[in-house]
């Protein structure tokens, strides 16, 4: 696997094509070629061979490639198959409703504990996992071993939650205040700002 | 307001200022110049006075922005002060989480109503939110007027769903499926999807 070496933007379009290739087995398609995914996807065909180029598939001629196999080795390579650990800090309204969302669980990912300071969520359980006091989590995350942190804190504690979270052994944060925080290098960071695209759609929709 | 001439990058990078700013004015400062932000947020300083000079504020020589105005001119220009009415399609278990998600309504996105073709959902209320069937939209929009449109449905109903929205009157569609829809030319559509965020995430910490 060249895996390291793909670009972040090809990584980022091959959720689509997975998604759609995926669509076409539900309808009971069997091959599917870079020319028919491009019609679709509003990608370029050469851009898309390119991009699966990085994953361990090559397409037959006249056919294409097979898409039992094509969306085994996306969903793969894209480390669905694999449950990966994550804890989440800040259980307010969205880090609440992020542990509810079981749909997670199908991509990867699953969220063992959630932890907070506030009184009214520590101890408790929402969506049967539990929340515990962010000061337990250095001890804890020896037993659970989790290496991805979710961020919904307050933005104005974001950035030492996110260095709290790392000293406790969190490897990849994801990040879903608005604010920019800075990790170490080596530790690997995802922004995912609700607000910032609320604003590009707000903006559009009003100009 | 030169709000239509704005870049998407640039507009993307404002709320990260907009979340640093309060940040300072919660601890008490009163003015901020882009070389202060620049050395928090990781973009240059002549880039944020770039991004800022599409909006209506100037800064002052030595003391720079006016931290107060800076955070009104920002939350005014990005949409936050105003309700924009939303409803959400396919509630489901991230739609469902959408819903709870209060702090939406901070930001200025006011979710009046779910729809699905689920009946264990339709006609229940989620965080006092009313749930219909889908098939009532078209009328039911006449009343609420809804300009923004979540979808949250299965990957293989998302273009479809899209374009019944539309037909409805949406303006927005905001877009949390990993299907890559299409929108019409004037309709506005942003994509958020989780799925290809933790497919980055995954791929770099696994390599």
Redesign the interface.
């Known amino acids: 696997m060249n ?2 070496k ?1 670009p ?1 933007p090809a ?2 379009r ?3 094509y ?3 290739v ?2 076409l087995k ?1 309808q009971g398609e069997k091959y599917v070629s870079s020319t028919k995914i491009a019609k ?3 990608v370029s065909a050469s851009q898309i061979a390119k991009d699966l180029s990085f994953v361990e598939i090559s397409g037959k001629t006249r056919v294409g490639y097979d898409i039992d196999e094509l969306i085994n080795v996306l969903d793969t ?4 198959k ?1 449950i ?1 650990k994550a804890v989440l800090f800040g259980v ?3 880090g ?3 542990l ?5 669980e199908q ?3 699953k969220i063992i504990a959630g932890f907070d300071v506030n009184k009214s969520v520590v101890d408790t359980k929402i969506h049967d996992i539990p929340v515990y006091h962010s000061d337990e989590f250095i001890q804890m995350n020896k037993e659970i071993d989790a ?2 942190g979710i961020l919904t804190v307050p ?2 504690v974001a950035q030492e939650v996110s260095d709290y979270m790392i000293s406790g052994g969190i ?2 944060v ?1 990040n879903f ?4 925080i ?1 990790v170490p290098s080596g530790i ?1 960071l ?1 922004n ?16």
Chains 1, 2 share one sequence.
């Open positions: 895996s390291n793909i972040e990584l980022r091959l959720p689509w997975l998604s759609y995926k669509l539900s679709k996807i509003d390579f894209l480390g669905f694999v990966h307010g309204s969205l609440a409703a992020l509810s969302d079981s749909g997670l991509y990867g990912l290496e991805i933005s104005g490897k990849g994801w205040t608005p604010f920019r800075r690997v995802q995912t700002s609700l607000y910032a695209h609320l604003a590009v759609m707000f903006n559009r929709l009003d100009s």
